[in-house]
């Protein structure tokens, strides 16, 4: 594993550490409310938006070049993106939008600084994940489609944090730290999430992302566990040994040196 590897995976560590500990102060100071309060500031989602920052300057990219929170125009919708690169230091170039319900809006950024813009986009879910899986999938591929469709060599990445067990809402509700299954089928995320990664080519699905990891974390463990292997998964009973998945392509310690291998190859 090289240097450059080592440096990310520790920022998301950390920051998967302050956010442990953020929850579970806030479990116990204010119970269930003071939990859900603290994960609708955003506060513990935006610690892996800075240690994304911290991990691309890490692989070597410069600090300036990155960018937090702007807006990116597709051909069916404007979205914010969490974390945008620009890999080329194209300026900004503004331009009237002549397509879709966008029409006659100003693009403040431009079709080729979206095209060599490098975006990542990142998710959470600590709670209720089994139940909102659908909403959440059908979600993410079509924000990939939708930028794919206008800016077909646009490179896109996606990481989506997911708590193997999350802290129970039960529990929570009278001050105490416990933790229940979010997945029953860890298979299936596995598959799911593949079927929309690797976009290598141009000419490859719209729908898919070129560089997706899957975060899988256990809470309970202190610090938080972070998987990035089969053997991993196998040794804790999540997979078995003949599994046909794999976290190998979804694991964080290819995800952004994966996505500047694509980037540089297709630009």
């Not at 566990?225 to 190998?248: A, D, M, P």
Request: neutral net charge; hydrophobic residues 35%; aromatic residues 8%.
């Amino acid at each position: 594993m090289s240097q450059s590897k080592n440096k990310g995976i520790d920022f998301i560590q950390g920051a998967l550490n302050d956010i442990k500990t953020q929850i579970e102060n806030a479990i116990i100071t204010g119970g269930y409310d003071a939990k859900n309060n603290l994960i609708r500031t955003q506060g513990p989602i935006q610690l892996i938006h800075n240690a994304i920052s911290n991990a691309l300057e890490a692989n070597g990219i410069n600090k300036k070049s990155i960018l937090q929170e702007k807006d990116l125009v597709g051909l069916l919708k404007k979205k914010s993106q969490d974390i945008i690169v620009n890999m080329k230091d194209i300026a900004p170039n503004p331009e009237k939008i002549d397509f879709g319900y966008l029409h006659g809006e100003i693009d403040s950024l431009g079709h080729d600084f979206t095209e060599k813009a490098l975006s990542i986009n990142v998710r959470s879910q600590l709670s209720s994940l089994a139940k909102n899986f659908d909403t959440l999938y059908e979600r993410t591929f079509a924000e990939a489609l939708n930028l794919h469709l206008r800016c077909p060599k646009m490179v896109l990445g996606e990481l989506y944090m997911i708590p193997l067990y999350e802290y129970s809402s039960l529990w929570a509700k009278s001050n105490t730290v416990k933790f229940e299954l979010s997945l029953k089928n860890l298979e299936k995320y596995l598959l799911a999430f593949e079927s929309i990664n690797q976009r290598t080519s141009i000419h490859d699905e719209l729908y898919k992302y070129e560089k997706i990891c899957l975060l899988l974390v256990d809470f309970r463990k202190n610090p938080p566990q972070i998987y990035n292997s089969n053997e991993e998964l196998i040794k804790e009973g999540l997979i078995t040994k003949n599994s046909r998945v794999s976290i190998e392509n979804l694991n964080f310690l290819n995800f952004i040196p994966g996505l500047i291998s694509i980037y540089n190859k297709r630009f």
